[in-house]
């Protein structure tokens, strides 16, 4: 029988009644193979014997000693009991509260196992917390501590709630088993686990949680993982070779570009680079397919479009739009929703991502107007409402004469506004819709949603990119992403979809200049600054900190090299003492986000030349006259967020200048931050070292975006392992 297949309630087990059982459900363990699924979450050794003198290593020990002296402290119901040990070499005091019994149980000359974390206090090594077991009444001690330790064992340390102990916990775990372990079958091919070299499943568990060193449980926890690697990649080849198969076309054979798409191409006043033009031919293709696998889509002609005149802009009750678009709406081709695609169908499921500025944008917008001229509607969904306006008023700009009605979408449009919005998009007459999670909103219904995409994809959940894709009548999904993945890791975090990259930027573009600057040399900054200032181009000042904790006194010297700067502080010393000339504003995550919005929009209009921001600006904002990034305290951010900051200039054919001025408490990793930032704007080198400073599990917030849930392993740090695990999928199909 399969672990899986132990559907036994908890209940069944001896010590286990409805109490006990209702607090194990409140971990999700309601049968026996949630319960033995539950593995220990850590252990403590008592295998090793330790020396007292060795409490400074903050952990446990696990120690042989005899109890030399009783001594109480306190009076009347607060007397408490104190026992001194020595292991030969130092002595410590184990503190009884509320336990004056141990008085009997450990008398002196005993010979006691203690397992116990202790400090140094009032001029002792004591603890009040402790496990002792009596070895004997009295002998000597050197005896026993060269004897094989009968207490020796590996406690299992599992994840608890209120009411649940760790002895109910291992209890029950030891109870289930006895009943049915021996029952357990493998279900890795008899190879695998021969060649592997692993346990049976059955061994595997049990050792898991009863192990009698860790050694044998790191050989479970390999044999477990393998288990769960091998099937999570048995599972991304399979669907890796259906989406091929189903991708299958004639040598060079090319989809033409729809109408839409040709009058876009035709309005733009620079040329595609090559990447951009080979990933559009891609998800015109992969469109063209889904199109045709799904039921009953219809074939696109030039007659079902046309492509003339400007599109409506319906930005309701958000105060943007395009001024006097006012053309009639396209007339779609008419088509009933498509709500049973079949499973088996090609859908769209692919990753766009590329460094800040190379155009993914505008690529995803070439998808869309493929999908609009199919007569479906296309969603793109961004994670602020920021970032969603942005897009909106970008869509609105370059898709004006591709007659295209589009609609901005938050939670934040009035009632009036977002029923008259909602409408538009019920019946279909709003082609493309731009928001936040408004858009996947329980009363957001679409005529005929076949595109989701959704742009800085790892702040959105797992459950979040569901729901939109639920809305679809062919679930067609793009991603977009400025945050570049390491390469060693795409096929993990990205296992479900296909990846492609823009690496090329657009032409005329001249890299930025990094500029590393020691505390001292703010002025010199400021003075560089002030040049591209009074040429008239702009720069942001990013900070730390928005403001002081309520705890600090305020900053007497704002140089002060042991204080973090915030922005606060230094949006009054640069608009007052530095650039009293120039207009500077302030921008932060506390500030209303309508607020945000004019200030924003001030300073794409130029009546703002110097923002003063934390991070808040650092996706999401595209203003090209801006040539100057001042990052100060650099070394308080990460690699990612100082490549995303640079990335906010630089954007035309301007020379931009990025300064990162840093303090003097650099840490190692900080100096490897700072020299990566100075010798490279590649995005994706920037990536692959963030990953080796860091780790895997914290790079763009790829653990908190729900992509890996596999049990006890996790493919971002098991990455050998993973790999042996798709090497042996892979012989198996081969040999089948």
């Known amino acids: 029988m399969k672990l899986k297949e132990l559907e036994n309630s908890v209940e069944t087990l001896p ?5 006990t059982a209702s607090n194990f459900a409140k971990l999700n363990i309601f049968k026996i193979s949630d319960l033995l699924l539950c593995y220990p979450k850590n252990y403590e050794d008592r295998t090793k014997k330790l020396p007292l003198k060795d409490f400074s290593t903050g952990q446990k ?23 001194i040990v020595t292991d030969g070499e130092s002595q410590a005091s184990l503190v009884c509260f509320n336990r004056p019994f141990m008085e009997k149980t450990l008398p002196v ?3 006691v196992a203690v397992t116990a974390k202790y400090t140094f206090q009032y001029g002792q090594i004591q603890t009040s917390s402790f496990d002792a077991e009596r070895l004997a009444y009295g002998g000597t001690l050197q005896d026993f501590q060269e004897m094989a330790d009968p207490t020796a064992k590996v406690l299992p340390i599992y994840p608890l709630t209120s009411g649940l102990t760790q002895n109910q916990f291992r209890k029950a775990v030891s109870s289930a088993l006895k009943m049915y372990a021996k029952g357990i079958d493998d279900e890795l091919p008899s190879d695998t686990i021969q060649n592997q070299k692993l346990m049976h499943k059955k061994d595997a568990v049990t050792t898991i949680h009863q192990g009698q060193n860790l050694l044998q449980i790191e050989d479970a926890r390999r044999t477990i993982k393998f288990e769960e690697l091998y099937f999570f990649q048995e599972q991304i080849i399979r669907q890796s070779r259906e989406r091929n198969n189903a991708a299958v076309k004639p040598k060079n054979e090319l989809y033409d570009l729809s109408p839409r798409q040709k009058k876009l191409l035709s309005t733009l006043p620079f040329e595609l680079t090559a990447d951009q033009k080979a990933i559009i031919n891609t998800l015109n293709e992969e469109i063209e397919l889904s199109e045709k ?25 958000t105060g943007v739009g395009a001024a006097g678009a006012t053309s009639q709406l396209l007339d779609a081709p008419a088509k009933a929703a498509t709500t049973n695609v079949p499973t088996s169908a090609f859908t769209l499921a692919r990753l766009v991502q590329g460094d800040v500025g190379s155009g993914k944008t505008l690529v995803a917008f070439f998808a869309a107007l493929r999908i609009i001229d199919w007569g479906g509607q296309v969603v793109l969904l961004a994670p602020t409402e920021l970032l969603a306006r942005q897009h909106a008023e970008n869509a609105i700009k370059v898709l004006k004469d591709s007659n295209v009605n589009v609609s901005f979408l938050t939670g934040n449009i009035n009632s009036k506004g977002r029923n008259n919005l909602l409408a538009s998009i019920k019946t279909g007459n709003t082609h493309l819709i731009i928001g936040t999670h408004a858009v996947f909103s329980r009363n957001v219904q679409y005529a005929n949603l076949q595109l989701a995409i959704i742009d800085e ?10 729901l939109i894709k639920e809305k679809c009548t062919i679930p067609n999904i793009l991603m977009m992403s400025a945050t570049p993945i390491p390469q060693t890791l795409a096929q993990v975090v990205f296992s479900n979809l296909d990846v492609s990259t823009i690496k090329s930027m657009p032409k005329g573009r ?8 020691k505390p001292g040399n703010e002025n010199i900054v400021y003075e560089t600054v002030r040049k591209e200032l009074n040429q008239g181009h702009q720069a942001y000042f990013v900070y730390p900190m928005i403001e002081n904790d309520e705890d600090d006194e305020p900053s007497q010297d704002l140089f002060d090299s042991k204080k973090i700067k915030n922005a606060t502080e230094m949006y009054e010393f640069l608009s007052r003492e530095v650039y009293p000339q120039f207009k500077c504003a302030l921008i932060h995550s506390k500030i209303d986000e309508a607020e945000q919005n004019q200030i924003l929009d001030d300073f794409r209009q130029n009546k703002i030349q110097v923002i003063v921001a934390t991070t808040v600006v650092e996706v999401g904002v595209d203003v090209p006259n801006a040539t100057c990034m001042v990052i100060e305290q650099a070394e308080r951010f990460g690699l990612a967020a100082l490549h995303q900051l640079r990335g906010r200039v630089g954007r035309s054919s301007l020379q931009s200048h990025c300064f990162l001025i840093y303090g003097n408490s650099l840490t190692k990793i900080g100096k490897e931050r700072l020299k990566a930032m100075f010798e490279t704007t590649d995005g994706f080198k920037i990536a692959e070292l963030d990953l080796k400073l860091r780790g895997p599990g914290e ?15 996790d493919p971002l740090y098991d990455k050998e392992l993973l790999e042996l695990a798709r090497n042996e999928v892979l012989s198996h199909q081969i040999q089948g």
Not at 15 to 19: A, D, I, L
Not at 699 to 713: D, E, N
């Open 109 to 111: 000359d005993s010979i």
């Open 510 to 517: 001249l890299p930025i200049q990094t500029h590393l600057t």
């Open 293 to 317: 696998s799904a039921a009953g889509a219809p074939q696109i002609s030039a007659a079902d479009t046309t492509a003339a005149g400007a599109g409506t802009a319906i930005m309701a009750g």
């Open 699 to 713: 790079v763009s917030g790829i653990q908190q975006s729900g992509y890996l849930s596999l049990g006890l392993s």
């Open 15 to 19: 010590g286990v009644g409805p109490s």
């Open 61 to 83: 020990i696990h120690s042989i000693v005899q109890v030399i002296a009783h001594e109480w402290f306190g009076y009347g119901r607060m007397r408490t009991l104190k026992i």
């Open 457 to 466: 994809q790892h702040r959105f959940g797992v459950v979040q990119r569901n």
